[in-house]
């Protein structure tokens, strides 16, 4: 009884905290895990150096997970392109390009440096089937690797493309991360949330002169 209350305690103190603009908002308690838990969304990120469990579900999108192996910080993101091609949209956290840059600012901003960084990388299935000019996991995919190479951030373990939605829970006082593949039919839930997410995308830059071609 005193554990749910602690854990109650805790949770409504990481609600009631200020969020940052695409900082991830949605706590709950896991009772598989028994953690406190956060999950993030498209577009969203989450660091932290406590004893919290960040977990997110992807299917062509990417998951970064970088720690700081001696400051034992370190977050996740989740993005859903690499790039926006649209300077009015390039720092929106659905892009890759934007969303990198502010998790490593944020993990710096906690202590962290770059050279003591290691990366986690999950995600860049194959789940959305019709896609006429674009195979979004492996854009994502090499997106991210190389991003990363640039940075000199190294990739310590990965887990991406292939056909398999993911479910990926990260703890970044330890740096662990567990992914499990999901079984294939479950992959049209998870590609109808990218093919939803990606819509709007494709409003928002057909808007404003650009293109992205989803059937």
């Not at 406190?36 to 498209?42: G, S």
Request: one cysteine or more; a positive charge; aromatic letters at 8%.
């Amino acid at each position: 009884m005193s554990q749910t209350l602690s854990s109650n305690s805790r949770l409504d103190a990481l609600r009631a905290r200020p969020s940052r603009p695409g900082q991830a908002s949605f706590f709950y308690y896991d009772t598989f895990f028994r953690k406190d838990t956060v999950k993030v969304l498209p577009g969203e990120y989450f660091v932290d150096r406590e004893d919290i469990l960040i977990m997110t579900t992807l299917g062509s999108c990417i998951a970064a997970c970088i720690w700081d192996k001696q400051m034992r910080v370190g977050g996740m993101n989740h993005f859903l392109l690499p790039e926006s091609g649209d300077s009015q949209t390039a720092g929106v956290g659905r892009y890759g390009s934007y969303a990198m840059e502010l998790l490593i600012n944020e993990l710096i901003k906690m202590g962290a440096n770059r050279s003591t960084m290691e990366a986690k990388v999950f995600g860049g299935a194959a789940v959305i089937q019709g896609m006429n000019s674009m195979n979004v996991g492996k854009t994502n995919t090499e997106f991210v690797i190389n991003y990363l190479k640039t940075e000199r951030i190294p990739i310590v373990s990965q887990d991406v493309m292939d056909i398999y939605p993911r479910k990926v829970c990260f703890l970044p006082a330890s740096g662990k991360a567990m992914v499990k593949r999901l079984q294939p039919t479950y992959s049209t839930t998870v590609a109808e949330q990218d093919r939803a997410a990606l819509r709007q995308v494709a409003q928002t830059q057909t808007a404003r002169g650009g293109t992205v071609d989803l059937f």
